[in-house]
């Protein structure tokens, strides 16, 4: 029971990461074509300002929900 309730909670994290991955990419590219280089560097920060918020907060939460 408790490798499956891991499973779940660890295949939504992967998907939170897959979705964050695909959107910033496609969001800099529209930005990188439109010829809005600035825009898209931004947008690039932004991903990887909120990637690095979601892994403290998942590493938080992992450390602090494990027991010995």
Same mark, same amino acid.
């Given at each position: 029971?408790?490798? =499956?309730?891991?499973?779940?909670?660890?295949?939504?994290?992967?998907?939170?990461?897959?979705?964050?991955?695909?959107?910033?990419?496609?969001?800099?590219a529209r930005?990188?074509?439109?010829?809005?280089? +600035? =825009?898209? +560097?931004?947008? =690039?920060?932004?991903?990887?300002?909120?990637?690095l918020g979601?892994?403290?907060?998942?590493?938080?939460?992992?450390?602090?929900?494990?027991?010995?």
């Open positions: 029971a408790g490798l =499956g309730i891991a499973a779940v909670v660890l295949q939504t994290a992967v998907g939170l990461c897959v979705f964050l991955a695909y959107g910033t990419t496609a969001s800099v930005r990188r074509g439109a010829g809005d280089l +600035r =825009g898209a +560097r931004a947008q =690039g920060v932004d991903g990887l300002w909120l990637a979601i892994g403290a907060v998942t590493t938080v939460a992992g450390v602090a929900l494990t027991g010995p």
